[in-house]
């Protein structure tokens, strides 16, 4: 993604800290992540060198990383209701 404008720039590019605040992870992890090219990097220009995250990139990979966590939790609820019923039935 490249980036003219100033008032572009801020609302769709995160830095490093925003990105593992928003996701809930560490630095290193944020740095795995764009070198797996999950998370994309923002490209501002030659002269500024610091990481930038697109905006776009981590809140598509917080919504999957979400999708994921509520199936495991329903998966965990079906278990959980599952062994309940069979906790309840008379043993033969």
Do not use: C, F, H
């Amino acid at each position: 993604m490249k980036i003219n404008n100033s008032e572009t720039m801020l609302s769709d590019v995160l830095t490093v800290e925003q990105t593992r605040q928003l996701l809930k992870i560490s630095k290193a992890t944020v740095y795995n992540l764009l070198k797996r090219n999950e998370l994309e990097r923002a490209n501002i220009g030659y002269l500024i060198r610091r990481t930038l995250i697109t905006r776009e990139s981590a809140e598509r990979l917080a919504r999957s990383r979400k999708e994921v966590e509520d199936q495991s939790t329903d998966q965990a609820q079906a278990r959980n209701t599952n062994l309940r019923r069979n906790a309840s039935l008379p043993k033969r």
